[in-house]
């Protein structure tokens, strides 16, 4: 029964501080978030040291604050209590009350700065952020999402997020949010917007329940149309070189061979396996092993040449050809050598 009386102490205590009370607890006690919510939930029942805790936050002695809550059970008013304050001594009182004014007010002032930098942060974000509610209705967003979804904050307010991407995706997404349910989770999609010209990555949060009576969760997220511009056009560019006719090969600066599509493979007899595992003199009988730093060293002089040479098959043929080489640089400072190769006649 004595602990049942703190419990409902901590109820009617936790209840008075309003929305954030756990979290003001937390804060001024060094006890984890999810430990007292498990306690409230009655998960988990509080140690000695973390009832005495508690109980000094609410500036009042364990046997005081069980007091409190056997009063409540008995269906007592608990703002009567007050009589328990009353029969402290002077100096112990003066003391209990001036800590407790003075955290209040480091409290207050703590909040309102993290409220206002965390206020700052979000709606200055590049990211694009939003809340919304357990029924997936839109309740803030910043600029940066108002921005993309080119609809003003009060058109967006009230919205069911889905609404600002593909239908093709919101299968998945409700799935995803239901195997969350009630406790809470993260998980990341690409997805399409709602016109499909634009392509967001998705980061969603679904709150556990009792944690905020009114966000259920938030999204973060991040515009990524370009990057997915990009990859298409260069998926198409590798598709292109890959099924070209023309042979095409990678050079690394020790003279290995870095890339091949199919038609190298074809003119030289070699699996794309074996050519990795090979250098240029292995296949160019023209260019000799002590030779190809000078020759290196050249093609970056020259940055494109176009000059007669030799492949040496797999068979130990010798074929003419004719080389177009470029470089190829990266801003990090890689270079490599992209060969065009051209059999010529009676190859």
């Given at each position: ?21 756990q979290a003001l607890v937390c804060r001024h006690t060094d006890i984890p978030r999810s430990y007292l919510s498990r306690i409230v939930k009655k998960g988990r029942r509080a140690g000695p040291k973390t009832q005495r805790k508690i109980s000094r936050f609410f500036g009042l002695g364990l046997e005081e604050f069980g007091e409190i809550g056997r009063r409540i059970t008995l269906g007592e008013d608990p703002e009567s209590s007050m009589d328990l304050i009353q029969r402290m001594p002077e100096e112990h009182l003066l003391d209990r009350l001036t800590s407790a ?247």
């Open positions: 029964m004595e602990y049942e009386n703190f419990y409902e102490s901590l109820l009617y205590h936790i209840r008075k501080k309003g929305h954030g009370g004014i003075r955290k209040e007010m480091n409290t207050s002032r703590q909040l309102t700065r993290t409220q206002l930098l965390y206020e700052d942060i979000v709606e200055n974000s590049h990211q694009l952020i939003a809340r919304y509610d357990r029924n997936l209705k839109i309740s803030f967003v910043n600029r940066a999402f108002a921005g993309l979804a080119g609809r003003s904050r009060a058109e967006l307010r009230g919205l069911p997020w889905l609404e600002l991407v593909g239908e093709g995706c919101h299968h998945e997404i409700t799935t995803r949010l239901a195997e969350f349910g009630q406790h809470g989770g993260t998980f990341t999609l690409e997805a399409p917007g709602k016109n499909d010209l634009q392509w967001l990555y998705l980061s969603v949060t679904i709150f556990p329940d009792g944690d905020d009576p009114e966000d259920k969760g938030q999204l973060v997220g991040f515009d990524i149309t370009e990057q997915k511009k990009l990859v298409d056009r260069l998926t198409f560019i590798q598709h292109g070189v890959e099924m070209s006719f023309v042979p095409t090969l990678w050079i690394g600066d020790q003279a290995n061979i870095v890339y091949v599509n199919q038609a190298v493979c074809d003119l030289l007899g070699y699996t794309r396996e074996e050519l990795a595992s090979m250098h240029v003199w292995e296949i160019n009988p023209l260019i000799p092993q002590e030779s190809w730093s000078a020759k290196w060293a050249w093609f970056e002089q020259q940055g494109k040449a176009i000059f007669a040479g030799e492949y040496r098959t797999k068979t130990g043929t010798i074929i003419p050809v004719e080389f177009q080489v470029s470089n190829l640089k990266y801003p990090d400072g890689r270079r490599y050598n992209v060969v065009f190769v051209r059999p010529l006649a009676g190859s």
